[in-house]
């Protein structure tokens, strides 16, 4: 097996990444005296927000339970990047919003509730613990943008947006494997068995 450090991307690795792309020295640890590490690094947490508010299979949770504390009152964690109600497009007695750090209820103009709420969210992940085609994507992500901020080079702007494309069908394939879609939608917790083709053969 390979040592972690081998297999494992971290932000000080993204970040050489991204200042390698744009032709700049790599740095040994994250210090930001440096205005180009700071900003480098920036771009990083700017693309890691965007790419996980999208909401994939990795960060999403359905039926997700909060509960009122003793003044009815549900506080939302700060890492929660969209939030609605579960199957609320069938249920449509609650509109549920994010209000002063709270789930306030906007069909019944409260922020108050006497009972659990299920929701589905999509939280915000560090990087560290993002799968690792992820981990490239938002890195070749954020050196597009420092190419186009910090150089302005077209052909290398290409280059990298390329490599951008290539990294978010891994992001897609890595969604579709894992999410275990079908077209007939079929709900959590149930069992469906598609239709195999060796069945033909199976004549009793």
Known sequence: MLP????????L???????????????????????????????????NTDVQTEGWVFNTENHYEL????????????????????????????????????????????????NPVEVDIVWKFKFSDLPQVFKRY???RASVRAATQLVGNKELMQMLAMQEAFSRAGCMEYECNQGDYTIFGTPSETAYRSYQPYMALNRL
Do not use: W
Request: aromatic share 10%; with cysteine; charged share 20%.
């Open 138 to 140: 938002i890195t070749y």
């Open 67 to 114: 509960i009122p504390d003793s003044n009815g009152y549900i506080q939302i964690p700060d890492n929660v990047l969209q939030m609605d109600i579960s199957e609320g497009q069938i249920y449509r007695d609650t509109d549920v919003v994010k209000r002063n750090g709270r789930l306030y209820d906007k069909q019944n103009h409260t922020d108050i509730f006497e």
């Open 13 to 47: 690795s993204a970040v050489n990444s991204i200042l390698g792309s744009i032709g700049q020295a790599p740095i040994t640890k994250l210090e930001f005296d440096n205005p180009e590490v700071s900003y480098v690094y920036q771009l990083l947490q700017e693309c």
């Open 4 to 11: 972690s450090q081998f297999n494992t991307e971290t932000e």
